[in-house]
């Protein structure tokens, strides 16, 4: 099993430019969730999924979107990046109130 | 809000030392977990503790619960290098959001031969 993976690993955007990452998971868990980690803050739930089909707010959901088409995908869109969203993001993914598994991270410079 | 409180912030100690990180929280959770990040990777869960006054060890490591649910320790033995990261505890709230995770900034453990 890969367990989640997050694809890319590394990304460079300009203010304005619009991207997605991708986190996949193979453990067939219905919650999956995006976290920014930034240095003095900690992690923070940007959204997250209870299931295929549906998504939810977090705690800094402005300035992103969220998909969740297929149970096993989950995608994070930022329309317009800011240098205000340069962090390092992690998709994670749980069995109801077990432990989350977290990718690698997408680490994420705005120019 | 639930808010969770690490301490120390910072720790670095030689290799063969006891050490304790703490958190903290005013709020109840239904249980806690503890995990581990090392540089440049996500982190990786050590365990779940969800009962009050539970007490959980993973070789050289102890986690206990707090009686009131409110508190967790993870005690260290022996440190290693191998134990250097940035430990989280990360508190999952009852009722409705109970899948949920509030993070604490975390606990940046250094060990040093």
């Known amino acids: 099993n890969a367990g989640v993976t997050q694809t890319p690993k590394f990304r460079v955007l300009k203010t304005g430019q619009s991207m997605t990452l991708l986190c996949a998971q193979d453990m067939n868990h219905e919650y999956m969730y995006w976290y920014r980690q930034d240095p003095g803050m900690g992690l923070r739930l940007i959204h997250y999924?209870?299931?295929?089909?549906?998504?939810a707010k977090g705690e800094v959901p402005d300035g992103y979107n969220v998909s969740r088409l297929k149970k096993q995908n989950f995608l994070l869109g930022l329309e317009s990046a800011a240098p205000s969203q340069t962090s390092v993001y992690f998709c994670a993914s749980s069995y109801l109130r077990q432990g989350q598994y977290f990718g690698p991270g997408t680490r994420l410079t705005v120019t | 809000t639930q808010l969770l409180e690490q301490s120390p912030q910072f720790l670095s100690i030689q290799e063969g030392e006891n050490l304790t990180v703490y958190c903290n929280s005013s709020?109840?959770?239904?249980?806690l977990q503890w995990y581990r990040q090392e540089p440049g990777e996500g982190p990786v869960l050590l365990v779940t503790?969800?009962?009050?006054?539970e007490v959980k060890k993973l070789k050289r490591l102890t986690f206990q619960f707090g009686d009131a649910r409110k508190d967790s320790s993870l005690h260290i033995t022996a440190a290693q290098t191998g134990d250097t990261g940035l430990y989280l505890c990360?508190?999952?709230?009852?009722?409705?959001?109970?899948?949920?995770?509030?993070f604490g900034k975390g606990t940046l453990l250094t060990v040093n031969p």
């Open positions: 709020s109840v959770f239904s249980s």
């Open positions: 503790v969800v009962t009050g006054g």
């Open positions: 990360a508190g999952v709230g009852s009722g409705g959001s109970n899948y949920k995770l509030t």
């Open positions: 999924s209870v299931g295929e089909g549906t998504t």
